[in-house]
């Protein structure tokens, strides 16, 4: 037990405690989604249009509602904006990740930011007492906020955290705290649990619960020892915070790098995010890490997960909401798969796999959909097709983008290279979700083709540009951009980057 290698309690703890903000992620990522016929009806009240739809009420049933085209415009633009203005919270939160996380450290930071998921999760938990559109949306915005803090902070921690050996495995768990929150929202989101008249704004106050929980277990964990000798130089707290981590061992060889990443965070400061774009020096990983992203959300997956019972409705199933759930389950499953091969497959093989299966998924769905009014068992082809193309997403293009980003910047521009990411992930999440209904309408069936041909580019990109990072230190990970770029970094060029480094 000299190595640092095992797994600790103090360290289960700490990520488990971490991932919780995960978890809250996922949960308002998939909880709007089931009550939306009923959060409609309250909006139409409080708006005073509901007796503007054919006198329905007295007939109509908990978690139904009449036809789309005898929705009043004003209840669809506020159900519209309280869906989307959860990504735009997100979008414009993960440029601070960089800052909130050097300002007070990560654990602190994740503890500050929980202020903000509580005060959300009582503004929609307490909706029905006044008007319940504005205390949505007004709770969904700062949610959204929170939770695109919560993403770069989370993978931020537990990859600074991790002993290298366990380092995809332990990040993967952002992932998989994600695919349960969602799975969660789904099952009490059923309308005989709290998806229904009386209980939907509970259900939606839920979101804040983790919060609470996870800022009574955070004064338990450890700072980042990274952070604490990286950042502020502080040695000895950095030996007591790696022996809390790691148990009883020499941690010398562990301080040894971080002093030698120390070296090199001092010639480059903390890059702020506008000379991180604009820097040569990073060029080569911030371009890797945004694809990544990329391939992640244009994969075709959010159109899966927002559309998933619109599709299993078109492929025949009388219970679509049942196989939804059961798209959350399989995900659940398959990112567990991923924990545990994440590190003996390695992260660019468990992505060109995923991306590949998923590009062969999306041809399938699409002859699927095509054919299933001809051949009645075409119906099982598209629903096998939607289950294998989540399980190849969870098994590598999901989890690893998240913690990737962490493994291939050092300490001095990796918060600003973690909200970047973040800030394309959020985007291209939201750009997806607006613009698929679109794109669906004038592709028809053919629309998952357009998604196949997007994940064999990103394939393609993996396979030429994507370095393994398996079991490698930072520094190692960092030398491999420089070795494919030929040349080392330009001085010069690292000297302008500390002169700019006030983001």
Not at 10 to 28: E, H, M, P
């Amino acid at each position: 037990m000299e190595t640092g290698k095992q797994l600790t309690g103090t360290l289960a703890i700490a990520v488990f405690t971490a991932a919780l903000g995960s978890l809250q992620f996922g949960y308002s990522l998939g909880v709007i989604n089931a009550p939306q016929k009923v959060i409609e009806k309250h909006y139409a009240l409080s708006l005073g249009v509901w007796s503007e739809r054919s006198a329905l009420p007295e007939n109509i049933t908990e978690g139904e509602s009449p036809p789309e085209e005898q929705k009043h415009p004003s209840v669809v633009m506020y159900w519209s904006l309280s869906v989307a203005i959860f990504s735009i919270g997100g979008m414009v939160s993960s440029f601070l990740v960089g800052f909130i996380g050097d300002f007070k450290g990560r654990v602190k930071g994740m503890l500050m930011v929980n202020v903000l998921a509580v005060a959300a999760g009582l503004l929609m938990g307490l909706s029905r007492i006044w008007k319940p559109h504005i205390m949505v949306i007004t709770g969904r915005a700062i949610m959204g906020f929170y939770c695109g803090l919560t993403s770069g902070l989370v993978p931020m921690y537990i990859g600074e955290i991790a002993p290298k050996a366990y380092r995809g495995a332990l990040g993967t768990l952002h992932q998989l705290a994600i695919v349960i929150g969602i799975l969660l929202s789904q099952v009490i989101g059923l309308d005989f649990i709290l998806g229904n008249d009386e209980m939907w704004h509970v259900l939606l106050g839920l979101s804040g619960a983790p919060a609470i929980l996870q800022s009574i277990l955070l004064p338990l964990c450890p700072e980042s020892p990274r952070y604490l000798y990286i950042l502020l130089g502080k040695e000895q707290e950095a030996r007591k915070s790696l022996h809390r981590l790691k148990g009883a061992y020499d941690p010398a060889h562990d301080l040894e790098e971080m002093r030698r990443e120390k070296e090199e965070a001092d010639k480059e400061l903390r890059v702020s995010i506008r000379s991180l774009i604009f820097s040569s020096v990073y060029r080569q990983q911030l371009f890797v890490a945004l694809m990544m992203h990329l391939s992640q959300q244009l994969s075709g997956i959010n159109a899966i997960f927002y559309y998933s019972t619109d599709i299993f409705t078109q492929a025949g199933v009388s219970q679509p909401v049942y196989a939804t759930i059961g798209v959350g389950v399989i995900n659940t499953v398959f990112t567990l798969v991923s924990v545990a091969l994440v590190d003996r497959a390695g992260r660019r093989t468990l992505t060109l796999v995923g991306l590949g299966g998923m590009g062969c998924c999306a041809v399938a769905m699409t002859v699927g959909l095509k054919f299933q009014n001809d051949y009645s068992w075409m119906s099982y082809v598209s629903m096998a097709a939607i289950f294998l193309f989540v399980s190849f997403f969870e098994v590598g293009p999901g989890p690893i983008p998240w913690f990737i980003v962490a493994e291939l910047f050092s300490q001095g521009p990796r918060p600003a290279a973690i909200a970047l990411a973040g800030c394309c992930n959020w985007t291209s999440n939201f750009i997806i979700g607006m613009t698929f209904p679109y794109i669906q309408a004038w592709m028809g069936c053919y629309v998952f083709i357009l998604f196949a041909v997007l994940l064999l580019c990103f394939t393609i990109f993996i396979y030429f540009r994507v370095p393994e990072t398996k079991g490698k230190t930072f520094e190692e990970i960092a030398a491999v951009f420089q070795k494919k770029k030929g040349i080392p970094k330009d001085n010069a060029e690292l000297e302008q980057l500390k002169s700019s480094s006030d983001a």
